[in-house]
C-alpha cells in the first residue's frame, strides 16, 4: 500500500485517506504508518468507526500497549468503564452518565487542558497515542498539538546548549497542582513520584532533537524551583506558539494517533453538560530518555 497523505499544518500534522483501522494491515502498512508518524508526527485518520477490540488490535501493529501496576489517574479499576487496555478520556462515570463537577475523576481531567506529553510521568514515557472520538460535543473539544522538534530547531544558539544535558522532573502532583488541584492521597502521592526526563530528547528513528517538556514537568535537577519553573514556562510558551501548533476539530469517528516523543497536546474546553466519549490506546515507549 502506498498511503496517500495529505498534509495539514505546514510544519507537521498529516491526514491519512483509504485506510480500514478494523482490519489487520500488512508488514508494509505498518512500515508506511511508522514512516509517516517519523515524518508528520501526528496523523488523522477519518471515519474509523471502530470498537474498542479494533482499536486494541490497530495499535498493536506499532508496538506494545503501555502497562502499569501503579495509576496514571485517580479511577479505581472497578469504577471503570472500558475494559483493560482502553483509557478512558471521556466525561462519564461508570455507569456512563455524565460526571459531576466536584467529582475529583473530573478535576483529575481538566489537568490534560494543559500542555502535556502523555506518560512524561513514567520512567519510560509513552510511544504513540491513538485517540477515538466516539461522540462529541456540539462546540469546543478541539486536541492541540505542538512540534517539538521544530520548537526545539527554532531555539537560539545559546538556549540550545543551555538546555542540552538538563534533566527534568515530572510528575502528575506538578501538573495538577497548577490548576489548584493538591487533595490527593498519601497513595496517590507515593504512586506519582517524581521521574527524571531530559529535557532534550532525540528521536530513536529519525534523529532529531525535540523539547521533552510537559506541564508534568515541575522541577530541573540542580536548579532552585523558581528559577526552573519560569524556564520551563518560558520554554512552554516559545514551544506553543502559533507557527508551530495544529488544533484538531473532531469529527465522529476520527482517529487521531501521535508521537509522545516528538509533540505536545492539549484537551480544550467543552460544555460538560454534553457528552464527550473519546477513548486512548497507549504504546509503550521503549527507553527511559536518561541513561
Ligand atoms: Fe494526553
Known sequence: MTLSI???HPVFVGEVADIDC?????REEIAAIDAAMEKYAVLVLSDQNITDA???????????????????????????????????FSNLDRDGNIMSDEDRVWFFKLGDRLWHSDSSFRPVPAKYSLLSGRVLPSWGANTEFADMRAAYDALDA????????????????????????????????AAFRPVRQRLVRTH?????????LASHAGAIVGWTIPEARMFL????EHATQREFVYSHSWKPYDLVMWDNRATMHRARRFDRNEVRDVRRTTLAGDATTIE
Open 22 to 26: 478494523r482490519v489487520p494491515l500488512t
Open 233 to 236: 514556562r518560558d520554554l512552554t
Open 6 to 8: 495529505r498534509q495539514l
Open 54 to 88: 479494533q482499536q486494541i488490535a490497530f495499535t498493536r501493529h506499532f508496538g506494545e500497549l503501555e502497562g502499569y501496576n501503579t495509576p496514571g489517574h485517580v479511577r479505581k479499576r472497578e469504577d471503570q468503564r472500558l475494559g483493560p487496555g482502553m483509557a478512558d
Open 204 to 212: 530513536p528513528a529519525t534523529g532529531r532533537k525535540s523539547l521533552f
Open 158 to 189: 545559546r538556549t540550545k546548549a543551555e538546555v542540552e544535558d538538563l534533566i527534568c522532573e515530572h510528575s502528575l502532583i506538578y501538573s495538577r497542582e497548577a490548576i489548584g488541584f493538591t487533595d490527593l492521597t498519601s497513595e496517590e502521592i
